[in-house]
């Protein structure tokens, strides 16, 4: 939901660029996009256009920032960075430019005068883009700090492959958050915090973990039926797997290729006629004769109703299924007091 303001962005840009020259003008215009093209110049570019150095390009460009943080229009534009100030405090205090920007504008022209307030506005600092977080702008430096922290340890404590509903990730998340105001211990907060992060992510179906797992980052069909099967919760036809594939990742899957994905991979466990679940549930993997022969293997020899309901637990198949594996006695031998073990 976006957050109205008061003031007109373009109307405040313009009566602040108004202290400068021509030309200063113009250099600040074409660097933040504020013209008619929206398009944000590089130094080099302004530099062909003017025939002189990007490094002058640079110079003009921080000289007619101090000019106009310097002039009495500035002072008198000051209700229009208070409002945006007190705007970001309550979106948390920080927050990712992408978000701040979508959050106050739709076109791309209006946030142009937006982030060029940011950049002229003394209390906005802004953070650049890392290897662990996105470009990001904050009006309270020791909070920051203790958010970046907080995000770090979060990424720590996380396995490679775990998967967490958005609301169990905020409250992990709150709970390495310390010394911090009540007022932004929330759900919407803490998820605007959560997306500073280029370490952790979300999938598609709104759950969280670390930014690199294929459960977040899903590239191929297998991923896909991955989470498909973790979401459905219990075993499931391929063919259901294609189709839900489809509906919530708007990936054609096609039946057969599906299938053949989920036999080759390792964290899937056919335990049905076509039905599928995840080997981390712990299922036994193979044909109906290797679990049998691994009930047997752990348990000890056991009486037939105790293998065929030790063996329903890991496959669903019929009950005479069991039993025709059972009379195999290849595999299988039965002694005098009815009890059956694996062959020698």
Not at 211 to 229: C, E, H, P, Q, T
Not at 280 to 297: A, F, N, Q, T
Request: positive net charge; proline residues 2%.
């Amino acid at each position: 939901m976006q957050t109205p303001i008061t003031f007109k962005p373009k109307q405040v840009c313009r009566r602040l660029l108004s202290v400068l020259g021509d030309r200063a003008q113009d250099v600040l215009s074409c660097r933040f996009g504020l013209g008619v093209d929206t398009k944000r110049m590089t130094l080099e570019g302004i530099g062909k256009k003017y025939k002189i150095t990007r490094e002058r390009v640079r110079q003009i460009e921080n000289y007619s920032i101090v000019n106009i943080r310097k002039s009495k229009e500035y002072v008198r534009e000051k209700p229009a960075f208070d409002e945006l100030k007190k705007v970001m405090t309550d979106l948390g205090t920080i927050i990712s430019e992408e978000e701040l920007l979508n959050h106050l504008a739709k076109d791309k022209s209006t946030q142009n005068h937006i982030h060029f307030l940011l950049v002229i506005g003394e209390d906005f600092v802004k953070e650049k883009e890392d290897l662990e977080f996105k470009h990001r702008w904050n009006v309270d430096k020791e909070l920051s700090k203790k958010i970046h922290n907080s995000l770090r340890e979060l990424y720590g404590s996380l396995s490679d492959d775990e998967i967490l509903l958005e609301s169990d990730m905020v409250e992990k998340f709150l709970e390495q958050v310390k010394d911090i105001s009540d007022k932004y211990k929330n759900q919407e907060i803490a998820k605007r915090w959560l997306t500073l992060s280029k370490l952790i992510g979300k999938n598609q179906l709104g759950e969280w973990g670390k930014a690199s797992s294929s459960n977040i980052n899903a590239k191929g069909m297998r991923d896909y039926a991955f989470l498909v099967i973790r979401r459905h919760g219990s075993p499931i036809h391929f063919r259901e797997v294609a189709k839900s594939i489809t509906e919530l990742f708007k990936k054609k899957a096609h039946v057969a290729t599906t299938h053949n994905e989920l036999i080759k991979d390792p964290r899937f466990v056919l335990v049905g006629r076509g039905l599928y679940a995840l080997a981390e549930w712990g299922y036994m993997s193979g044909v109906v004769k290797d679990v049998i022969k691994k009930v047997l293997e752990k348990n000890g020899p056991l009486d037939r109703e105790e293998i065929v309901k030790k063996v329903l637990k890991e496959r669903y198949v019929k009950e005479n299924t069991i039993m025709v594996n059972l009379q195999n006695t290849k595999f299988f031998k039965k002694s005098k007091d009815g009890k059956y073990s694996v062959a020698s």
